[in-house]
């Protein structure tokens, strides 16, 4: 949330001097607050971690204006701060419908729904703010990332793009672009935004790690692994840049330089199931058998079943002489479209059972994924 700095409201009670002959003055009473001064004291209170005299204040001054907004946005704001937010999200909307416009408002709300998933109301209330005020960049940005939440690729992309022609040396929102045209596997658009950002700024690991991705989706995985070299290089702690490189390099036949990274994240995160599950292949693709077995020994302890390791399995399986095997490397293909990795072992496996159905149906996959074998 954006909370604004008022500034806190000093209440001053000036006492009488007494006559020297005079009883003591009894001083008087404080005058009662009036609406604004009671609502920027809340804020105060909610700035300084006092929530709860904060909404006190907001009640009493609803009560005194009950047609004004700001003691709702306070309000909203304090019951935000205990994590109540199915009631922050009611005082706020009580706001606004008392007719504010304040851009605060309208950006705190929508920030509530985002943290509470209700994402079709954070961009409900961020349209509802741009057709105030539609020149304002960030809030066609904020828009644009709760539409990629919603995986509302092209509308995301329409705004972020907005944002960007308002803002064309903001390289956050550039970035954004760049995310949102990842998602919606338009990975060419994504490597010519991207590489734009890292030009300008090389110490952007996320924007170099989304530029790798992409130019890996592209078909230039050796691109996409000089990209991430220079990632580790300056960051070597950089576990979801390794794991990337890690991930590619076995899926370029360089299962050696996979193992070597896979060694370095299995130190730092020894009973990561994922990470076992990938330095299985690596051995797998080594021809080491045993040890991609007893690798996998520790997944089945921590998790018992799952897809991957049944995959896993099914490649060892094959390799030791398992036709059967082939159904299972065929149904985790099929049912990973996407698995560049199933695929590949799928078309293997058909080549080998010379089983030309299943041949024609793997390459016909890996070539839409871009690998032309």
Request: charged share 30%; net charge negative; aromatic share 6%.
């Amino acid at each position: 949330m954006h909370a604004c700095r008022h500034c806190i409201a000093i209440l001053a009670l000036v006492s009488s001097c007494a006559a020297p002959e005079a009883k003591p003055a009894v001083a008087a009473a404080p005058a009662p607050l009036d609406y604004d001064t009671m609502v920027k004291t809340a804020r105060s209170y909610a700035e300084s971690g006092r929530p709860e005299r904060a909404i006190e204040l907001c009640q009493e001054a609803s009560r005194m204006a009950p047609d004004r907004p700001e003691a709702y946005v306070v309000w909203g704001l304090s019951l935000a701060q205990q994590k109540h937010l199915d009631e922050s999200a009611v005082r706020y909307e009580d706001a606004v419908r008392r007719g504010s416009k304040d851009r605060e408002l309208f950006a705190e709300l929508a920030s509530v729904y985002d943290v509470s998933r209700r994402y079709e109301e954070a961009a409900r209330v961020y349209r509802a703010y741009l057709a105030l005020a539609p020149d304002d960049a960030e809030m066609h940005q904020e828009l644009g990332l709760t539409l990629l939440l919603l995986e509302k690729f092209d509308e995301a992309i329409q705004e972020l793009k907005t944002a960007n022609v308002m803002r064309p040396d903001d390289l956050q929102m550039q970035q954004d672009l760049g995310y949102a045209f990842l998602r919606a596997r338009k990975m060419a658009d994504a490597v010519t935004v991207l590489a734009k950002v890292t030009a300008a700024d090389p110490n952007r690991p996320e924007a170099m790690r989304m530029l790798a991705r992409a130019t890996a989706a592209t078909g230039k995985p050796v691109e996409a692994l000089k990209i991430l070299d220079r990632v580790l290089a300056a960051r070597p702690e950089d576990q979801r840049a390794r794991r990337m490189r890690a991930r590619i390099r076995l899926l370029t036949d360089d299962a050696a330089g996979a193992n070597d990274d896979y060694r370095v994240l299995l130190s730092a995160s020894p009973d990561d199931s994922s990470l076992l599950m990938g330095a299985a292949g690596a051995f797998i693709a080594m021809g080491n058998l045993e040890e991609a077995d007893q690798t996998l020994d520790h997944v089945r302890q921590a998790l018992g079943s799952h897809p991957l390791l049944e995959f896993r399995e099914a490649q060892i399986a094959w390799r030791r002489g398992n036709k059967q095997a082939i159904k299972a490397l065929t149904q985790f293909a099929r049912d990973n479209a996407n698995d560049l990795e199933a695929w590949r072992e799928v078309h293997a496996a058909a080549k080998q059972a010379k089983n030309q159905a299943l041949a024609a149906e793997a390459a016909e996959k890996l070539k839409a994924l871009g690998d032309l074998l």
